[in-house]
């Protein structure tokens, strides 16, 4: 039997606990809770998980990464080999938006 996933809200920091990705989130579908996953395995409150150290290039440090719907956000603090998967689909990551012409 699989436990519900929790309630993601802005400021909840996770990590993985099969590499050393963690991220904060950013924003959240206040109703929804997503199965989120990196490296293949669930992510856990960062207080509660194990120190991975990894030197993998899956996750970069200060990017924020979205999901297909554009509703869960997530910004990497710690960079580790796993890919974020948000409900089984890759997380991107978020482009910058252009600044405004000063002409």
């Avoid at 890919?83 to 089984?88: F, M």
Wanted: hydrophobic share 40%.
């Amino acid at each position: 039997m699989t436990t519900p996933a929790p309630t993601l809200r802005p400021g909840n920091q996770l990590a993985s606990t099969a590499c050393g990705t963690r991220v904060v989130v950013i924003r959240a579908s206040a109703d929804a809770q997503p199965q989120l996953t990196c490296a293949g395995a669930p992510m856990v409150p960062a207080a509660s998980a194990p120190q991975v150290k990894d030197t993998g290039s899956g996750t970069l440090v200060g990017k924020r990464y979205v999901d297909a719907t554009g509703t869960l956000e997530l910004l990497c603090t710690a960079s580790g080999a796993g890919e974020l998967v948000c409900d089984g689909a890759p997380m991107t990551v978020k482009a910058a938006r252009p600044l405004p012409a000063s002409d």
